[in-house]
């Protein structure tokens, strides 16, 4: 009686945690892919950001969207 409701059980849990390392593989494949472009974005827009502190000659916008941060520099 208690077999057969723990083999599902664990079938189960097999299948749940089969399905997450197959989900992790493909976002650590897509993230080697954008590796570059996301951390070159974001230091480059730092580095915006700090010249605009250090010369205060430039007016610079910094607009935020979906966790990229634009940077427009104005003269």
Known sequence: MFCIP???????????FASQKSRFRNVKA??????????TKIRY????IFQHNETRK????KLKISN???????I
Do not use: Y
């Open 58 to 61: 430039n007016l610079v916008i």
């Open 6 to 16: 723990k083999a599902a059980v664990l079938h189960g849990k097999s299948v749940c």
């Open 45 to 48: 827009s730092s580095c915006f």
């Open 30 to 39: 897509q993230l080697s892919l954008f590796n570059r472009i996301i951390f």
């Open 68 to 74: 990229f941060a634009i940077i427009i520099n104005c």
